[in-house]
């Protein structure tokens, strides 16, 4: 079984003690925020994992790693770890059961999901005159600029994880209906976190950001290694 790692930034929570597992490997692991989602109850917790991965249950592979599908916001998902035969159990900030991922092709589900886990790792919350406001009464202009820095790495990280999710899945000149589907829903909340971005600078330095959409539709191009996406409505 190829090892595969989880986000880098979970801290991970031992519930050897719990003795669960799955395929014949132990459990042994957990990230911090599935913990917490159970209110730090291990009891509770290993009555969740029991039912989500019991056999009959709804779950699926994707790659080496194991999901839940449901309609919700987010999968439980058990990640084998890198360094022991076991396995990890975080979350996944997507949907199987859901219209995003039912569109998904099963051989392209683990290109989506390496792509969830970076758009997740990137994608703030949309910054706000205001936001800017607080942080500059207590950290200065610095504190702005340095904040402001970030979403904008952030931003273009986010981007990067889209054009090598195209990159994987294209396979002719023009990208598939769901790909292109995919892309463009990707696309427009992308375009609007850098819409709120730039309107919160405009609005810190000037006061007035002016009118601004929720999302734009338009001639909006972009620009990926391998193809070119507009955002435009479909007639």
Known sequence: MTKEKPPTSESRLDITAL??????????????????????DLAELEEWLRECFAEGASWCRVGNAVHTVTDGDAEMRLVPRSDTPDWHVNYFHASWGNREGKRIPPEHRPDFARYVDRRYQARESCLQGEDLRAVAAKHGAGGVDQLVRHHRAQLAEWYDAMDELLRAVQTAPNLAKWANAVAKDELLDWHRTREYLTSAVLQYHHGDAGPRPETVWGNLRFDFSTVSMELVPDL
């Open 19 to 40: 003795n669960l597992s799955f395929a014949d490997l132990p459990i042994s692991t957990a990230c911090t925020k599935v913990v917490r989602g159970c209110g730090g």
